[in-house]
Nanobody, 123 residues
Framework: QVQLVESGGGLAQAGGSLRLSCAAS????????MGWFRQAPGKEREFVAA????????FYSDSVKGRFTISRDNAKNTVDLQMNSLKPEDTAVYYC????????????????WGQGTQVTVSS
């Protein structure tokens, strides 16, 4: 079983940037597709971005496409989410997730989750 720990959350102003990182340990990280999800207060957890085990395929939600970039370093067992041009509606708890299946956009696709990191964007 892989364990995931997110870091890098915090407070940013609208238009600013933050970089989230997810460190993985346990089962072979490089065989897992990885995803980032977020959950705002009172809302369901929603898909943000995903990356295949090799890093050759990425997928983004329409709401973040062109602003966020997902990347991974299998040598360091990390997956990052670079968030630029932040908006107040990006405010949420961000979760890193892993799956032994091919990457997907639904929470049910992923079997391992981190504890989350808070991102707050002020206007």
């Amino acid at each position: 079983q892989v364990q995931l720990v997110e870091s890098g959350g915090g407070l940013a102003q609208a238009g600013g940037s933050l970089r989230l990182s997810c460190a993985a340990s346990g089962r072979t990280f490089s065989s897992n597709a990885m995803g980032w999800f977020r959950q705002a207060p009172g809302k369901e957890r929603e898909f943000v971005a995903a990356i295949s085990w090799s890093g050759s395929t990425t997928f983004y939600s329409d709401s973040v496409k062109g602003r966020f970039t997902i990347s991974r370093d299998n040598a360091k067992n990390t997956v990052d989410l670079q968030m630029n041009s932040l908006k107040p509606e990006d405010t949420a708890v961000y979760y890193c997730a892993a799956t032994r299946n091919i990457l997907g956009v639904t929470t049910s696709r992923y079997d391992t989750w981190g504890q989350g990191t808070q991102v707050t964007v002020s206007s």
